[in-house]
């Protein structure tokens, strides 16, 4: 993918269906990412699926980190 296609993707006003759907993406991770957060603070949930929760965000920040540095 050459970078002025990257840059029609991650521009915020592009109605292109690729953009729309990075959009969704995007969105969804950053409501996942409070979500695990949110749910990491409950000790009960800490103890039974911590390690879910610690493999979520590390995924979430990766996916988030990397949409970053091509923005």
Request: with cysteine; hydrophobic share 50%.
């Amino acid at each position: 993918m050459n970078q002025q296609r990257l840059y029609e993707i991650l521009r915020p006003d592009s109605a292109g269906p690729y953009a729309r759907i990075f959009r969704g993406v995007h969105h969804s991770m950053v409501a996942a990412g409070i979500a695990v957060m949110l749910a990491d603070t409950v000790e009960p949930w800490r103890e039974a699926h911590g390690e879910l929760f610690e493999y979520a965000f590390h995924l979430i920040s990766f996916f988030l980190s990397l949409s970053f540095c091509c923005a």
